[in-house]
T-cell receptor, first 111, second 116 residues
Framework: QKEVEQDPGPLSVPEGAIVSLNCTYS??????FMWYRQYSRKGPELLMY????GNKEDGRFTAQVDKSSKYISLFIRDSQPSDSATYLC???????????FGKGTKLTVNP | DTGVSQDPRHKITKRGQNVTFRCDPI?????LYWYRQTLGQGPEFLTY????????KSRLLSDRFSAERPKGSFSTLEIQRTEQGDSAMYLC??????????????FGSGTRLTVV
């Protein structure tokens, strides 16, 4: 079992839809949780960064972490065609610089 | 400073040849990381540097791989005797770690290696 599991999709939604992206993890020592967006032929770009459980909101993006179920979510409201990309979840332990990534979910938002 | 710069963007090499990639981090960042990403997968950690010191290496980094960061500025990743399984995107990232924490990684656009 991989430490971070993510459904690769692909996921296709109409413009304006609410998008829900999810990951599960197995390492109880993970404390930091991140979502990255990766456009084709580009490096990942940090979207959201949370520590431990709870919610964090930034504009149209909301990240949720539920440590009791080891579940990580990213919600995108009012999705736009420019949100079309691969979304990667990542986690790491306190004291470790090694990020463990999921496979990524490819999202397409259709105009 | 326009971000993390990687060179070359693409490299095609024959099996058995040696290749070297370069990464120039954001100038004020003190940590530099190398990751490898294959098609349909997330990035996998290879190694990282705090200034010029290499502090952690993944077991993915076989003895054919070597990374350096002389003078704590740019870094190079060399792969000797390349194999077809080395074909991947090699990503470099940098971050600033200070007493208040880590401001988070900035990734470069990567070097895509194809071994034929």
């Amino acid at each position: 079992q991989k430490e971070v599991e993510q459904d690769p999709g692909p996921l296709s939604v109409p413009e304006g839809a609410i998008v829900s992206l999810n990951c599960t993890y197995s390492n109880s020592a993970f404390q930091y949780f991140m979502w990255y967006r990766q456009y084709s032929r580009k490096g990942p770009e940090l979207l959201m960064y949370t520590y431990s459980s709870g919610n964090k909101e930034d504009g149209r993006f909301t990240a949720q972490v539920d440590k009791s179920s080891k579940y990580i979510s990213l919600f995108i409201r009012d999705s736009q065609p420019s949100d079309s990309a691969t979304y990667l979840c990542a986690s790491n332990q306190g004291g470790s610089e090694k990020l463990v990534f999921g496979k990524g979910t490819k999202l397409t938002v259709n105009p | 400073d326009t971000g993390v710069s990687q060179d070359p963007r693409h490299k095609i090499t024959k099996r058995g040849q040696n290749v070297t990639f370069r990464c120039d981090p954001i100038s004020e960042h003190n940590r530099l990381y190398w990751y490898r990403q294959t098609l349909g997968q997330g990035p996998e950690f290879l190694t990282y540097f705090q200034n010029e010191a290499q502090l952690e290496k993944s077991r993915l980094l076989s003895d054919r791989f070597s990374a350096e960061r002389p003078k704590g500025s740019f870094s190079t990743l060399e792969i000797q005797r390349t194999e077809q399984g080395d074909s991947a995107m090699y990503l470099c990232a940098s971050s600033l770690v200070w007493a208040g924490g880590n401001v988070g990684y900035t990734f470069g656009s990567g070097t895509r290696l194809t071994v034929v």
